[in-house]
């Protein structure tokens, strides 16, 4: 059963359970109504006929009496009324009734003869054939029971008004059922017509059509989902872009140092090369690219480790300042060649820390490889580190190229390379940030086209990480 049966029939079991309890209190209120109404009035006026005799024509004989009685009980009410003696013949009957047969049969008439008190009976007349409702009232005389009075009258024309009355009052709640569901059915459409949207677009996505876009209907959950829906498949979108434009580098990256040390090889095999430094150089050449592809498969290995959560650092205590230092020491000569100056500014006060200090060092020579690629000859890098408080800080900063505003937010995307020439894999820096956040720290960039770049690494002071 799909949604909008569900919903629509939800709404419709509310509605016809509430309508039928309505409508069964209102028709019972009306039939109660109009039947409790009937009985007063004939009670009403069985009282009042039974106190006219009592105070007017009390002491003489009732059978004498009845004919004048008759006329003046049934002058003012519609309702048949009789006059029955304490034995329970009929003397007199407005419709002009006349039967043998004892009244006190009918359980009023014989409840008020012997009690004294009056009594209301409703049931089928076999006489009148038909429902009726009677109200007998005992006629007194000196404290003493001499006859009853009888109003009776047919409860056909009461049933057929209440009749009339249920009918309508259930036309009118299959006529509110009918609205509802028509509304219900309106109100579901708005709702399965932005689910169906969005599993039409979800489907799509699916079959790796990222330019399907959800619509949004309405400003509501749904809504707001189509939303999320359509950001996902832009990020999805960039970073297939981004994954592409990876695999293409890549592809170059490797087919570069791949076509290098082939090319040296064969010619070194050709044995045509006599001199031994064109050999040597040949030999340094082969090392360097081979060193270029082994930490471009690092990168990947490293990278995958990462995506499948693989990643586990090896926690040692070291000091800081040495490590750091060494560090300089290590690509001081690289620097020296390009013609850039690298300064460390890392004291001995500053304090043993623990961490995984080969991560933490791949780190660091990403981040000066990226310095050295993009400073210019004469400029500088400088390496400083300091405590605040709980958090030992590391910045590296140069005056290089510097970096775009609208593209530092998207350096540390995985595959994004920007547009410089001598960009790398676009894993260098997403590597970096991992590292950094497995030791419970944050690393980030602040740079200015043309002015440098500097990146600043924030580590846990406390050796509990």
Request: glycine share 6%.
């Given at each position: 059963m799909g949604i909008l049966q569900r919903l629509v029939g939800s709404y419709l079991v509310v509605i016809v359970t509430t309508v039928i309890i309505l409508e069964a209190f209102l028709i019972a209120a009306v039939n109660y109504y109009y039947n409790y109404n009937i009985e007063q009035i004939l009670t009403s006026q069985a009282e009042l006929s039974a106190s006219f005799y009592e105070q007017y024509f009390a002491g003489g004989n009732l059978e004498q009496q009845a004919?004048?009685?008759?006329?003046?009980?049934?002058?003012?009410?519609?309702?048949?009324v009789q006059i029955i003696s304490s034995s329970g013949q009929l003397m007199q009957d407005s419709t002009g009734l006349q039967t043998e047969n004892s009244m006190l049969e009918y359980r009023d008439v014989r409840l008020a003869a012997s009690r004294g008190q009056p009594e209301t009976w409703r049931g089928y007349d076999p006489i009148a054939e038909?429902?009726?409702?009677?109200?007998?009232?005992?006629?007194?005389?000196?404290?003493?029971?001499?006859?009853?009075?009888?109003?009776?009258?047919?409860?056909?024309?009461?049933?057929?008004?209440?009749?009339?009355?249920?009918?309508?009052?259930?036309?009118?709640g299959l006529i509110v059922i009918g609205l509802v569901a028509v509304v219900g059915i309106l109100l579901s459409r708005t709702i399965t017509g932005s689910i169906t949207g969005l599993k039409?677009?979800?489907?799509?996505?699916?079959?790796?059509?990222?330019?399907?876009?959800?619509?949004?209907?309405?400003?509501?959950?749904?809504?707001a989902l189509a939303d999320t829906l359509?950001?996902?498949?832009?990020?999805?979108?960039?970073?297939?872009?981004?994954?592409?434009?990876?695999?293409?580098?890549?592809?170059?990256?490797?087919?570069?140092?791949?076509?290098?040390?082939?090319?040296?090889?064969?010619?070194?095999?050709?044995?045509?090369?006599?001199g031994k430094a064109t050999i040597q150089d040949g030999l340094e050449i082969i090392e360097s690219e081979t060193d270029r592809l082994t930490r471009l498969v690092d990168e990947l290995l490293d990278f995958s480790k990462f995506?499948?959560?693989?990643?586990?650092?090896?926690?040692?205590?070291?000091?800081?300042?040495?490590?750091?230092?060494?560090?300089g020491k290590q690509l001081r000569p690289r620097a020296a060649r390009q013609g850039?100056?690298?300064?460390?500014?890392?004291?001995?006060?500053?304090?043993?820390?623990?961490a995984d200090e080969s991560r933490l060092k791949q780190v660091m020579i990403n981040l000066l490889d990226n310095a050295l690629k993009f400073t210019e000859p004469g400029g500088t890098?400088?390496?400083?580190?300091?405590?605040?408080?709980?958090?030992?800080?590391?910045?590296?900063?140069?005056?290089?190229?510097?970096?775009?505003?609208?593209?530092v937010p998207k350096l540390f995307q995985k595959f994004y390379k920007g547009n410089h020439s001598m960009s790398g894999s676009g894993l260098g820096l997403s590597i970096s940030e991992q590292i950094i956040k497995l030791h419970k720290g944050d690393i980030s960039i602040d740079s200015r086209l043309g002015k440098g770049t500097k990146v600043t690494i924030f580590l846990p002071r406390s050796e509990e990480l």
């Open positions: 004919e004048k009685l008759l006329k003046g009980f049934s002058h003012h009410s519609a309702a048949q038909e429902e009726v409702l009677a109200v007998s009232y005992p006629l007194q005389d000196a404290g003493h029971s001499i006859g009853v009075v009888r109003f009776v009258t047919s409860l056909a024309g009461t049933k057929e008004t209440v009749r009339q009355i249920s009918v309508l009052l259930i036309s009118i039409q677009t979800a489907e799509k996505m699916a079959e790796g059509d990222f330019t399907a876009r959800a619509q949004k209907r309405y400003r509501d959950e749904f809504g359509n950001t996902m498949a832009v990020k999805i979108q960039e970073q297939d872009q981004l994954k592409n434009e990876f695999i293409s580098s890549v592809s170059h990256e490797l087919r570069s140092p791949l076509t290098s040390i082939k090319g040296w090889v064969i010619t070194l095999k050709s044995g045509l090369l006599t995506e499948d959560g693989r990643m586990v650092l090896n926690y040692t205590a070291f000091q800081s300042a040495d490590f750091l230092q060494n560090i850039i100056t690298l300064q460390v500014q890392a004291g001995d006060s500053l304090p043993v820390i623990k890098i400088v390496i400083t580190a300091r405590l605040a408080g709980e958090q030992f800080i590391i910045t590296v900063e140069d005056s290089g190229a510097g970096i775009a505003e609208q593209d």
